[in-house]
């Protein structure tokens, strides 16, 4: 794949430059603050943008809020949000169309995972942090939506919410594939959720129904 970086801190973005290289992907270009990325995003036109949510000129959600720019302007560019903090409101808007990943910056340092999830994002999948996916499922308010679901199925719902696929979460709990399969149904099924199989219509039909929002159709 073709990646812009778009990171303030020089050592964390050659760190990730070098390491995207490694695994066999073409940096095409590195951007230190939200305006550079911007220029470059155009400029290049990759397949996947990784970007700081925190970057100059206002160290806010300046990254963010361009992330959403780039997907408005180039759609087909995958996206992927590095956070130091867990910030769950730029999740939501932006994985509703797939091809997004929302990754605390500590999960880079699994390599294996981290190359994992950038290669699905690419790929038009998706993929949250679990720190993220805990924060929604765990809260009170969703508690009380999920209190239908065995502790095996918000197991599953977690790893679903996270991108992972079937075979993903069956490696994962240590479970059979057609074990995982029959959760799955059983979870759509007591969400009244659609029961397609394609990653980000997954977590985003798990998105939707913790916010309250109708679950997408087919």
Same mark, same amino acid.
Not at 67 to 87: D, G, K, N, T, Y
């Given at each position: ?48 943008? =990784? ?7 206002? +160290? ?34 932006? /994985? ?21 999830? =950038?290669? +699905? ?11 993220? /996916? ?13 209190? $239908?679901? !065995?502790?095996?199925?918000?197991? /599953? ?20 594939? +057609? !074990? ?15 029961? !397609? ?19 997408? $159709?087919?």
């Amino acid at each position: 794949m073709r990646i812009v970086i778009g990171e303030d801190s020089a050592l964390f973005r050659e760190g990730l430059a070098r390491l995207l290289s490694d695994a066999g992907h073409e940096v095409v270009a590195k951007a230190h603050d939200a305006p550079s990325l911007l220029h470059e995003v155009e400029r290049t036109q990759p397949d996947l943008a =990784v970007i700081d949510i925190r970057m100059p000129p206002d +160290r806010t959600d300046d990254g963010a809020r361009a992330a959403r720019q780039i997907r408005l302007a180039q759609p087909r560019c995958a996206i992927v949000l590095l956070s130091q903090h867990i910030e769950s409101r730029h999740s939501v808007e932006l /994985v509703a169309h797939g091809g997004f990943g929302y990754l605390l910056k500590d999960r880079v340092l699994d390599v294996d995972d981290f190359l994992d999830a =950038v290669r +699905r994002i690419g790929a038009g999948g998706s993929a949250l942090d679990p720190e993220v /996916v805990r924060r929604l499922v765990g809260g009170q308010r969703s508690d009380r939506l999920l209190a $239908s679901l !065995t502790s095996r199925e918000r197991d /599953v719902l977690a790893l679903m919410a996270e991108g992972l696929t079937n075979i993903g979460i069956a490696r994962r709990l240590w479970l059979a594939d +057609r !074990t995982v399969e029959a959760h799955v149904s059983s979870i759509m099924s007591k969400l009244g959720l659609p029961t !397609t199989d394609e990653g980000h219509r997954r977590v985003l039909a798990v998105l939707a129904y913790l916010n309250h929002a109708p679950p997408p $159709s087919g």
